[in-house]
DNA sequence: CGCACACTCTAGAACGTTCTAGTAGCTCGG
DNA sequence: CCGAGCTACTAGAACGTTCTAGAGTGTGCG
C-alpha cells in the first residue's frame, strides 16, 4: 500500500551530490552563497531524488512558517469567490493558504483555534462574527486582516468594499432609470448593512426622495430575501436594492412566483456580484465588490505585518462597481 | 503588535513545575507513566502559562501529524455541506483537517500538492476529476479515499452514494404519483452520471415506460439545469429527474418562467439533498446523499489505512433516502 | 610579496517535540 | 536481606530543517 521507504530529505540529496547538507539547504532556498555549477548539480539531484522540503522542520527551525490562516463560512458562496482570489494573491506573495472553515457545527472560535496551533503567522478573517474585543485579544497574538467588515480597534487591520458608495451606486442607478418608489432589504445586524442601509437612505434623501424610504429588515441568506419579498407584496415598490445577492435570488424568485415581470415590473438589484449572479438564468444586476483587489490588498497587508513593513493606513477600503445586467430596467410608466 | 515574547513550550513548563521535560510530554500526551499528583500539578502549570502543543515539532518528531487533507471545490454548494459532516467526522476519531480548495483558477493538481507538504498521512478527496492511473500513482504515496465517485483501482478507497438505486427511488416515487412521460437531465461526463442515467432507464423500463425514456444532456450547475430547460419547452413531459439539485434549481426558475406550474404541471426531482434545496421559497423534493454517514465513513476508512488496520471491503456504499419537498405532485390527468 | 577581502563551502548547534533506554525508589516473596 | 518486578521519573538522542561561525581558496592591490 503507501510507501515504506522514508522520504528523501536533505541528507539524502546531499550524500548523492558530494556536497554538505548546509549547502543543499542554501541551494533550495535560493539563497545566496553556492556556486553555479555546484546549484546546478545540486538542483538536478534534487530534481531526480523527488526530493520535497519539509515544511514542519523548516518552520521549527526558521520560526517562519510562510503560512498565512484563512477563515472563511461554508455557507457564504461570496467567501468562495474570495477565496478563489486570495490563493492567486498568496501564491503571487510566496506565501501558502492554510484554510479553516466555520460551518453550522463549527464555530469561528473552534476555526482559529486550529489556524493557532498550525502556527501561521498572520490571520485573514472573513466577515468575522467575534466581538471586537475578542478581535483584538487576537491581534495581540499575531497579525489579524479583518476582511468585509470594519472594525474600531488599533492593531486589527481591515479590507473592506466601500458600502456607502456601493448603495450610492445602486440607488443612483435606479434613478437614473426612473424609479423613486425605491426599497432596501438590509442585511439586518450583518457587517455592512449598516453602511449601505445608509447609503441608501442618504442618496434617496440627496435626490429629494425622502418621503419614499422603506427599509425592511433582512439578512444575508436566500431565505431573508424570501421573507422580505412577502412584506414588499401588499404594496410593491418598483425597484428594490438587496443587502447581497443571495438575499436578491430569494427575493426574485418569490417576486416571479407572484406573477411581478422583473424588470418590467419591478427592478432588482443585487451586492456582491457573487458568481451564481452571472448565471444566464439569475442575471443579476448588482453591485460587484472587486474581489481581486480585496484578496490581493488583504494578503499584501497581512504580509506587511509579519514581515515588520511600515503600515501606512490601517483600513483599506476597495471601491465597488455597478454590473449590469437584467434584472434592473426603466420604471414602469404608470 | 504582536507579541516578541517567545511561545510557551514543553521545557518552560518543565521548568515550572519542576520535572523533566520528557515528563511534560508524557502527561500532554495523555500518556501512562506519570503519577497522579505530578500530572495534576503539570496540567496545572500548562494551564497558567497557557501552553500548547507545536503541532510542527511534534510531527518531526513523530512522523505522525493526525492530519487529513481534503480537496473539495468551492464552487459546489454540495462540498460545503460534506466540509461541515467532515469536521464532525475528524474531530470525533481526533484527527485534524487540512483543507485545499480547488477554485476556477487552481486546479486538482496544485490542491494535492500543498497537502503533500503538509504531510497530511491520508488524502480525502471529493469528486477528484483525476484520471485513475493519477489516482493510483497518489495512492502509493499515501492513503487515499475519492468520494461521490467510483474508482475501479485497488489501493484507492471509494466512498459514494448508491447512484442506481438513488434514481430508481426518485423515478419509482414519480411514478407512484401517476407520471409516465418522466424525463432525466443528466449529469454529462460527470462521476455519477452514468449510475444515475443507467438507474433512471432501468427503472423506466421495468414498469413498462421504456418507450418514454427521455434523457437530456446536462451538467452539474444551475445553468446546465437552465439549458436542459429550454429543451424540455417544446414538448414538457409531466415529471423530470435532474443530476442534482443545483441543476433542478436552473430547471425549475426557467421552467417557472415560462409560466409551468411547479408542481401542478410539472414535477421536478433533485438529487443531493443540498442545503439551499431546504430553502422554504425552492423546497426541493430531493433524493438526500447522506452526508454524515459518508463523511463518518470516509474518515473511518482513512483513519483505517493509517493505522494499518485491516479494511473488509474497498467501496463503501451508502444508501441515499428520498426527501418529500414541494416540486414533485401528482401527474395532471389530462 | 603579503595581506585583506570575496567567495564557496562546511561543521555543528538549534528549533520543540517524542522516543529509547535507562535510574531510583518501592514492595514483596523467598 | 537479596533481587525481581513494579511505578515514577529523567537524560539525551533523534526528526529535517536553518543559522552562525568559521575554514579553505583565490584574487586584487599596495
Redesign the interface.
Known sequence: ???AERRTTLADVAAEAGVSVALVSIVMRGAPGAGAATRERVLEVARRLDY??????R??RSGR?QLLGVVFD??H?FH??L??GL??AADAAAY?L????V????DEHAAVA?L????CEALVLFSPKMRPAELAGL?????VVAMMRSVRKR?VDVVHTDDLDGARQAVEYLIGLGHRRIAHVDGGTLHGSAERRQGYEDTMRRHGLGEHIRVISGGS???DG?RAAGALLDDPPSAVFAFNDLSAT?LL??L??HGLDVPGAISVVGFDDS??SR????DLTTIAQDVDTMAARAVARAVE?VEGAPVPHREVVVPPRLVVRGTAGPAPTA
Not at 52 to 57: H, L, M, V
Not at 98 to 101: E, I, N, Q, Y
Not at 103 to 106: D, S
Not at 139 to 143: E, V
Request: aromatic share 4%; proline share 7%; hydrophobic share 35%.
Open positions: 500500500m503507501q510507501s520535497r522540503p519539509d515544511s514542519r522542520a518552520l521549527l512558517s461554508v455557507r458562496p468562495s469567490d477565496l478563489t490563493y492567486a501558502q492554510t484554510l479553516s472553515a460551518t453550522p457545527r463549527r486550529d493557532l496551533q498550525d502556527r491581534a495581540a497574538r499575531l497579525p492593531d441568506g436566500e431565505e424570501a430569494g424568485d418569490v416571479r412566483r458568481s451564481f448565471l444566464a438564468h439569475i505585518r
